[in-house]
């Protein structure tokens, strides 16, 4: 970063940024005046139901639909030969041979997950399609699927894609430090084989489209809750062989996201093609057990880890192979299989790192970007590692993490990978997050407890979520791949009233970007956020968008806001150029407060209103030079640079948020189940601009974390390939009865990279993961168990209690 980045100053005062205000979203939403997908409707409008594959894996013999046509309300009916017909494959980001994967929105051929849609209908009512799809007749052929990432690579395993030739679709081994030395000088070598486990997002609202095709104009609008749009259009685009301007991406309300609508893009192509053929205008919405089984789930990866380490606790180096599951397509993978780049040694000081990483296709469903995507997986693994490199030496996992964490006073901090950590306090949030629990009082009566049969432990956890990301790190996947970088749009302008208009580049689910933008944008003009109308939404033909657009990443805070004061920056600058000219005074004399521009010092004003009557309907009186109107465009971009392909090195990510997560946790021996009796989170985003927002967000991370640690999982069948846990009686997604009270405190440490000291706070990565499997372990202990699943509900934990306690008798 260079100097000038790093001492910029904030150039005006902060009376909204930061404030704790009630997000102006909420009257809308909470009084059921949200407009979302399913409100959307368009006349003559028809309703799609999809067919989908009962087989993980199975040739595609014959597909006969006469029987369906033939249903009255029946309009239009897509298979793969339409599909073949209107569509090229998606592009794939990895090297031969895997860039021959054919990947379309339907099953071609073949099936490779069971859920694939294999065919969709629309009709005049959502029920006749429903009825139409059991009406047609798929001859399959079944051949066996293949269930995990290791028997995958067997050499007889069976081709999820033949035209591949091998399930090992990406393998890089990345390097850093001087790995051979730091084992040749360890005391010991702490090994262990670790599984991150598969679960979802599972938001409110799953996926919805809306699809109206205009023969007349040739135009394609969508209207969907997709979060990253702009990555959608330029697939659709190729995949479909249509110039962007002839495609019109909306997105309205969304009502959650987490990651798993980014991939909706293969729907919406779907549901497009059926308005098509139709030539009317088709609406789909999914319902929660497709949800479930159709892909959009979190990687899988499992890690065979080597740790070199002293006596005292000192980490000198790590090793590992991973192999990630991706399911049955790549579609934004192996991204997921790259992103612990972005935290390569986690919290910790370490320099010497091994990463022998294999992306692996199974017919389980697609993965997405769920919260925490590609870096969680890693945090997790790293925090296992170091919590059994201090049992193995008879150490305090506190007092290990303690001695490895990364310094205050060493920030910004390079990791092995080339990421630099921007900013934080790492030991002190850690131990802040003890003393919310009362650790000191718990190490206390925890032997006593245990001589009573209680089984109560203690975890802590601190993960790193690194935000605003550098698309120059999928060079490292394939150094052809035409991405990097990371930009964002805003368009703001000054009605003729003084009122002020902002459209931004992104499509918030949940993140009350309408709040924020107001705050920041009400400090440059010194009015108040009730005087900033943000428009909602997004839509490509009205909001200013970039190629990186969209809501993902923990980069808003950032990128967004970014754009916002670029923006707002401008146009200040020409209000201030004409008010000038009005008052007879110099720009740098002027000020803005409650809708007015005032010369300092004076009650010399010119009302918002007034300089907008200048430059909307009296343009004869502005100052030489200046152009009519007071609109402007501004496009933030990020300081990153391409990646050293030879060293295998990038800064992958601009800001890093923290959060310290603590917590005691009680296992009942007879049963498995385990109860949370405390938790506390320390959260440090930088300066945060709304701290009530930064307070849900937080919430909402922890409760996911806790979730996936000990409720939610994908089972699969290893033998036919069916979703076990198809419906939330199976799949077990908590309420907030099974959350604990959630203790919450925070730190600020101002992010050198940003103009106002912000970081990304979205996904939080999931600590309870590492904290929970930390508290399961301690608690454990006297029976020597060692945690190596993030997932742990009470069947698992019961068997492991039983397989200890008969090892020692």
């Not at 259009?233 to 002839?246: E, Q, R, V, W, Y």
């Not at 993965?367 to 150490?395: K, S």
């Not at 009730?530 to 428009?535: A, G, I, P």
């Not at 990020?638 to 601009?654: M, Q, R, S, Y």
Request: aromatic residues 8%; proline residues 7%.
């Amino acid at each position: 970063m260079t100097e000038a980045l790093l001492s910029k100053e904030i150039p005006v005062p902060r009376k909204w940024v930061g404030t704790p205000i009630k997000a102006k979203e909420f009257p809308r939403l909470i009084t059921g005046q949200g407009r979302y997908v399913d409100d959307i409707k368009i006349p003559n409008m028809l309703y799609a139901a999809l067919l989908r594959s009962p087989y993980a894996h199975a040739k595609i013999k014959r597909i006969d639909t006469s029987k369906a046509e033939k249903l009255p309300g029946v309009v239009a009916i897509v298979t793969q030969e339409d599909v073949l017909k209107y569509c090229k494959p998606y592009p794939q980001i990895v090297p031969p041979p895997a860039d021959k994967l054919l990947d379309y929105c339907i099953a071609v051929d073949k099936v490779r997950f069971a859920g694939e849609p294999v065919a969709a209908v629309a009709a005049t009512e959502r029920a006749i399609a429903e009825d139409a799809c059991e009406l047609i007749e798929v001859e399959y052929e079944p051949l066996p699927p293949v269930m995990d990432a290791e028997e995958a690579l067997k050499p007889d395993a069976p081709l999820v894609h033949e035209e591949v030739g091998t399930n090992l679709v990406w393998h890089e081994v990345f390097d850093y430090g001087d790995v051979d030395k730091a084992f040749a000088e360890a005391d010991k070598v702490i090994s262990l084989k670790l599984h991150h486990h598969r679960y979802g997002g599972a938001p409110t609202e799953t996926h919805a489209v809306v699809a109206d095709y205009d023969k007349g104009t040739g135009v394609l609008t969508i209207y969907c809750n997709n979060q990253m749009p702009m990555f959608c259009m330029a697939l659709i685009g190729l995949s479909f062989n249509m110039p962007t301007d002839k495609i019109r991406i909306i997105t309205p309300d969304i009502g959650g996201g987490f990651g798993s609508k980014i991939l909706s893009y293969t729907y919406m192509m779907l549901i497009s093609i059926l308005a098509m053929k139709a030539g009317r205008p088709v609406k789909w919405m999914e319902d929660r057990r497709e949800n479930l089984a159709s892909g959009t789930h979190c990687n899988e990866a499992t890690f065979y880890v080597e740790a070199a380490v002293k006596k005292d606790g000192t980490i000198l180096g790590i090793k590992a192979k991973t192999l990630h599951d991706v399911g049955a397509y790549l579609r934004y993978e192996p991204v997921g299989a790259l992103l612990w780049i972005q935290v390569s040694s986690g919290p910790y000081r370490f320099k010497n790192l091994r990463m022998d990483v294999n992306a692996i296709v199974t017919n389980k469903g697609p993965v997405a970007p769920i919260r925490g995507y590609g870096r969680i997986q890693h945090l997790w693994m790293l925090e296992r590692t170091v919590e059994q490199v201090a049992r193995q030496l008879g150490l305090d996992p506190i007092e290990v993490k303690l001695k490895n964490y990364v310094r205050p006073e060493e920030m910004p901090y390079v990791s092995p990978s080339g990421a630099t950590y921007d900013s934080g306090d790492y030991p002190t949030a850690l131990k802040k997050a003890l003393q919310m629990i009362n650790y000191d009082e718990w190490r206390r009566k925890q032997p006593e407890l245990w001589r009573q049969g209680r089984f109560v432990g203690i975890g802590a956890a601190l993960f790193q979520d690194s935000g605003t990301n550098n698309f120059a790190q999928v060079r490292l996947i394939y150094k052809n791949n035409p991405f990097s970088g990371n930009s964002r749009m805003a368009e703001m302008w000054m009605d003729e009233f003084g009122r002020i208009i902002v459209a931004v580049g992104s499509n918030p689910h949940g993140q009350c970007h309408e709040t924020v933008v107001s705050q920041v944008v009400a400090d440059v003009f010194g009015v108040t956020p009730d005087d900033v109308f943000v428009v909602p939404g997004f839509d490509s033909w009205v909001h200013g968008w970039t190629g990186h657009s969209g809501s993902y990443a923990s980069q808003f805070a950032v990128s967004g806001i970014g754009a916002v004061l670029g923006a707002a920056k401008r146009l200040r600058e020409k209000i201030a150029t004409i008010a000038a000219h009005m008052l007879k005074a110099k720009p740098e004399d002027l000020e803005f407060k409650e809708g007015k521009v005032c010369v300092k010092g004076t009650d010399r004003c010119v009302a918002f209103w007034q300089v907008a009557n200048l430059a909307y309907r009296n343009n004869l009186e502005l100052p030489e030079g200046v152009e009519p109107g007071l609109r402007v465009i501004y496009t933030w971009k990020a300081p990153f640079k391409l990646p050293d392909l030879e060293k295998k090195t990038v800064n992958a990510t601009l800001t890093y948020s923290y959060q310290a997560h603590a917590c005691v946790v009680e296992v009942d021996p007879e049963t498995g189940k385990v109860k949370i009796l405390d938790y506390a989170v320390v959260d440090d985003c930088g300066v945060p601009i709304n701290p009530h927002i930064v307070e849900g967000q937080v919430h909402g991370s922890t409760m996911n974390g806790i979730a996936a640690a000990l409720f939610e999982e994908y089972v699969y069948s290893k033998d036919t390939g069916q979703l076990l846990a198809s419906t939330f009686m199976d799949y077990l997604f908590p309420t907030a009865l099974e959350i604990p009270d959630i203790k919450v405190d925070h730190m600020i440490s101002p992010s050198p990279f940003t103009e106002l000291g912000t970081k990304g706070v979205g996904e939080g990565s999931l600590v309870p993961l590492g904290s929970i499997a930390g508290a399961i372990e301690d608690a454990l202990s006297p029976l020597g168990v060692v945690i190596t699943d993030s997932h742990n509900p009470p069947e698992r934990i019961y068997r492991m209690i039983k397989e200890a306690q008969k090892k020692r008798k």
